[in-house]
């Protein structure tokens, strides 16, 4: 979550620990997802190459019932 978390420009170590078998479908103490994390970060990179590879529900809400898309939308991001 914390390659996540950084930036755009870790897209190749997200990429990497996931091909290691980073255990991606951890969630914070708030409910956020990977997916979350990426958007609430601003990181469309990362959050793109997720929603791709990843067999993750991307409709998942975290504990204020937002999705990841709804936190796109409400950072116009």
Do not use: W
């Not at 978390?5 to 956020?32: F, P, T």
């Amino acid at each position: 979550m914390l390659a996540i978390a950084r930036d755009d420009s870790n897209l190749e170590c997200v990429k990497l620990l996931l091909q290691k078998g980073a255990n991606y479908k951890v969630e914070d103490e708030y409910g956020n997802t990977v997916h979350h994390i990426a958007a609430l970060n601003g990181n469309n990179n990362i959050l793109d190459y997720l929603a791709k590879n990843l067999k993750i529900e991307l409709f998942a809400r975290n504990e204020k019932g937002e999705t990841p898309l709804s936190i796109c939308q409400q950072l116009k991001n």
